[in-house]
């Protein structure tokens, strides 16, 4: 087997994305595991205007702590390096080099792990840089990103798979003329009460509950102001709300996490749940929010780790993935939620309870990408086609003359 420990290793984590933060706590855990396994790991954090920064000074959480100007001022005192895009291409390599005019250093990252949330980053968008420049990274490929970050996709996917989900419905911004026009026409289709939500973003942000027409129109509006696309679901009654984590294993098989059950006092799980309240139940620092194992049947439990292979199958996803089901208590129906390729904090204080380390995560997801990255490379892509040498078209003959 490969030694990647030879292989120096960039987390990327920050973006431009609303999760901005959460990725920020999210790459900082990955580097500091990282680097305790003896992995060469570099910090790649991109800020919220967009700017890359590459240095060793952004490996600790501590970094980010303070004000935004605080934090402003200190990356300002940093080397900055750029991204050689011609070299990075060349070499099948992140390289970035000092903005220097003599005797620029270089770093050169091996594999890329992303540490993202949310739009530019989970979304196929840094998957898509990648595949580009033939780079080796961890975790989903571009279409598996996108279709999963996008929950209208998603959901719809879900349904020709013959995969439960909630009844619902999608509004595109630039489609909608008359936002109390298309509210009533969702409520022709669809009962109270509803859940709006913007189609591509996570942790809860831009969610709102509506239990008429009124608090509908301002849901749809809330949730415009994140997304030019919105989900619109039916409530599930009696609810539990349960997750269960997905890895893939270098030999393809998959392993599940125990099922989760996340406990909230408000209408849905919202943020404050999943970050702030005593430390972040998504954090795995809230076990009064959590329930591991959750606490149903065992005929539940055992659909839900088969669905969630199915659905991981299905979005022909690879590395790892997160599936949340909502389950009705009283009915006993089941329905899947949505798909997170990047779960926050990789999901670790799920997979510890499960008796799988977050080394032994990490590990799998690196051997994993690279078994993908060698895959890729044994397709043959490289046809070259003789049209312009061969073609002899009036077209062509017309084109050369201008």
């Not at 298309?182 to 809860?204: D, H, M, Q, W």
């Amino acid at each position: 087997m490969e030694n990647l420990k030879n292989k120096t290793i960039g987390v990327i984590f920050g973006g431009q994305s609303p999760e901005h933060e959460v990725s920020i706590i999210t790459g900082e855990l990955v580097l500091s595991e990282l680097k305790k396994q003896g992995y060469k790991v570099v910090p790649i954090y991109i800020a919220r205007n967009g700017q890359w920064i590459v240095s060793n000074k952004l490996d600790k959480l501590k970094f980010f702590k303070g004000s935004n100007l605080e934090i402003k001022n200190k990356l300002k005192k940093i080397q900055n390096y750029l991204l050689d895009i011609n070299k990075s291409a060349k070499f099948g390599k992140l390289v970035f080099k000092q903005n220097k005019k003599f005797i620029a250093k270089e770093i050169i990252i091996d594999i890329v792990l992303p540490a993202f949330h949310g739009q530019f980053g989970e979304d196929g968008t840094i998957q898509g840089l990648l595949e580009f420049l033939d780079i080796p990274y961890v975790g989903n490929n571009v279409v598996a990103s996108a279709m999963t970050m996008d929950k209208a996709v998603s959901l719809n996917l879900c349904y020709s798979q013959n995969i439960s989900t909630v009844n619902f419905k999608v509004l595109k911004k630039s489609l909608v003329k008359n936002i109390e026009n298309s509210c009533e026409k969702i409520t022709k289709k669809l009962n109270y009460p509803l859940f709006v939500k913007p189609a591509r973003l996570g942790s809860s942000i831009g969610i709102s509950k509506a239990n008429n027409k009124d608090e509908l129109k301002q849901a749809v509006e809330v949730a415009f102001s994140y997304d030019l696309k919105i989900v619109i679901e039916e409530a599930v009654n009696n609810l539990s709300d349960l997750t269960c984590a997905v890895l893939e294993k270098k030999d393809g098989d998959l392993q599940t996490s125990l099922v989760q059950e996340s406990i909230f006092d408000g209408d849905f799980f919202n943020y404050d749940d999943k970050y702030l309240e005593d430390g972040g139940a998504q954090l795995g620092k809230n076990d009064k929010k959590l329930v591991i194992p959750a606490k149903i049947d065992k005929e539940v439990e055992k659909k839900i780790k088969k669905l969630s292979k199915k659905v991981f199958r299905a979005f022909d996803c690879s590395g790892m993935a997160r599936v949340d089901f909502l389950y009705n208590n009283k009915s006993k129906k089941l329905y899947v939620g949505e798909i997170n390729t990047i779960p926050g904090t990789f999901y670790h204080h799920l997979w510890k309870a499960s008796g799988v380390s977050l080394q032994k995560v990490i590990d799998e997801l690196l051997r994993v990408a690279m078994k993908n990255y060698k895959n890729k490379n044994r397709v043959d892509n490289k046809l070259r086609m003789e049209i312009l040498t061969e073609a002899n078209s009036l077209k062509l003959q017309y084109n050369d003359k201008k």
